[in-house]
């Protein structure tokens, strides 16, 4: 268990609709990072946000969107889905110290219809 | 930009036996992390090894160990005692170290079949 909670496991929706993934860090974790895994692919790197701001972006879709709040818990905005958008969507954090590495929740499956 | 290269997208080691990964990258910058992570088929994402560039002695872990080698950009795993439990897509990753921005690249993967 690596303390990342990632909810839900799985999601299924259709084109065209918008959905929200949900991400709590481990105790204590500054940083929330989000990927996207598809199907047989590496991890894509989304975004990274560290103690509520955004500190790095990488190939985010302007249909997607992310935020940290207060509490640390992140969340993944997706709208106007699109089949490809099919895949799985990984956060992880880690405590923001230089030598410390970062850790991942078991990913939200979203299937798009 | 910063990248990592893994050539092997699959390689397959006999049960007990020793198998090693590649993984190339490329940077300007002199200090940075470098990682392994594990993928099995339950797709949970889980850290192998790392290792500090600054630091000249290779990371182990049990029977994970790395082949750092700095001046020619490459940062190999090997696994040793092979076990059914290490076959599992093997990811190589880099991080720079600026302070609170720490962007990982992530290389493409390596299955790694084991055979009993």
């Known amino acids: 268990d690596s303390g990342v909670t990632q909810t839900p496991k799985h999601l299924i929706t259709a084109t065209g609709q918008r959905v929200t993934l949900r991400c709590s860090p481990r105790s204590g974790d500054l940083s929330v990072y989000w990927y996207q895994q598809s199907l047989d692919q590496g991890l894509q790197f989304l975004i990274q946000y560290y103690n509520g701001e955004e500190r790095a972006k990488g190939n985010i879709l302007e249909r997607f969107s992310a935020q940290q709040f207060p509490d640390l818990h992140s969340e993944l905005n997706l709208s106007s889905l699109e089949l490809g958008d099919s895949a799985l969507y990984f956060c992880?954090?880690?405590?923001?110290?230089?030598?410390?590495?970062?850790?991942f929740g078991d990913g939200t499956r979203l299937s798009i219809l | 930009a910063q990248t990592v290269t893994q050539s092997q997208p699959e390689m397959s080691v006999q049960e007990a036996e020793t198998v090693t990964l590649s993984c190339t990258y490329d940077t300007s910058e002199s200090d940075y992390y470098l990682f392994w992570y594990k993928q099995p088929p339950s797709r949970q994402m889980i850290l192998v090894i790392r290792q500090e560039a600054y630091k000249q002695q290779n990371a182990t872990e049990n029977r994970f160990s790395v082949n750092f080698q700095k001046a020619a950009k490459s940062f190999s795993l090997k696994i040793s005692d092979s076990q059914l439990g290490d076959a599992a897509m093997y990811f190589c990753a880099y991080r720079r170290s600026t302070s609170g921005t720490y962007k990982y690249i992530f290389g493409t993967g390596t299955r790694l079949k084991v055979l009993a």
């Open positions: 992880a954090s880690s405590s923001g110290v230089a030598n410390q590495p970062q850790h």
